[in-house]
């Protein structure tokens, strides 16, 4: 079993990629631009969640403040990243905390609202 496939079981409780996953995380790891388009459900998140774990620090923006929180808790709780989001909701200080705690290698992941 590859690393990418342990991670994938150990992490995140799955025994296979989705047919296109794998592609899209080896893209990113190999330093390739992606933009992936996929529907709903379709499991982008485990791709980005995945490259963070690989790499380190990964910027996601999104349009959907609540899918954010949704997302940034599951990263935290159920899979063990380090995630937070930044967005208009915060106060300027929470603003810099959580840009303190990016340059400081903190976080794994980073949210933003796609109006930064």
């Keep these: ?8 079981h150990e992490v995140f409780g799955f025994t296979e990629f989705r047919p296109g996953q794998r592609e899209a995380i080896s893209a990113v790891l190999r330093g390739e631009r992606l933009l992936l388009i996929q529907p709903t459900g379709w ?6 969640q995945m490259v963070a774990l ?9 349009p959907l403040r609540a899918l954010m929180r949704d997302q940034v808790r599951q990263a935290n709780q159920r899979f063990g990243i380090q995630a937070d989001t930044l ?3 915060l106060s300027e200080d929470e603003q810099r905390a959580v840009l303190q705690r990016a340059s400081l290698g903190e976080l794994q992941l980073l949210r933003m609202f796609e109006k930064w």
């Design 54 to 62: 690989e790499v380190g620090l990964t910027l996601v923006f999104s």
């Design 87 to 89: 967005n208009s909701d």
């Design 1 to 8: 079993m590859d690393r990418l496939h342990q991670r994938l």
């Design 43 to 48: 499991g982008k998140s485990l791709v980005y």
